[in-house]
């Protein structure tokens, strides 16, 4: 896809909301996050970014997600892998189930889980005002497990 016909997409029109300059290769970058289903991380971003404009360094795909997380636009997710993964912060609240054979990471929302959360909370005499819960599992049907 040619880099000059790329459509807004939903972390460019942040940025542009921010006030930030967006330069050809933070719109493909932008892109290629707001296009992203899974969790990537710079690696995967910099050879999805490549794949629209070749001349994108793995530099400037680190700077440009820095400047994201610090605009709180992309949130950084540390599933205890080697390297660190990115995905757009949303509006709505989701929790993490990563499959350690794959090192997938599906995203799933339970509200009988937030409604224990808030409980343990109040039990403990806290108002509950954010929380994150990771999952690590392996597949029931794996053979090896």
Known sequence: MDKDFLPISRIEQMCIDKGMKMT???RVIAKVLSDATD???VVEVHCRATAINPKISI???YRTV?????????ARRDFGGRRARYEKIQDEHHDHLIDLKSGQVLEFHNEYI????RCIA??????????????????LDDPET
């Open 24 to 26: 050809d290769q933070r």
């Open 39 to 41: 969790h990537p991380n």
């Open 122 to 139: 109040e039990k403990l005499g806290y108002r509950l005002v954010g929380q994150r819960l990771e999952l690590y599992g392996v597949p």
């Open 59 to 61: 530099a400037t795909v």
């Open 114 to 117: 937030e409604e224990l959360q």
């Open 66 to 74: 820095r400047l994201l997380q610090k605009e709180q636009i992309l």
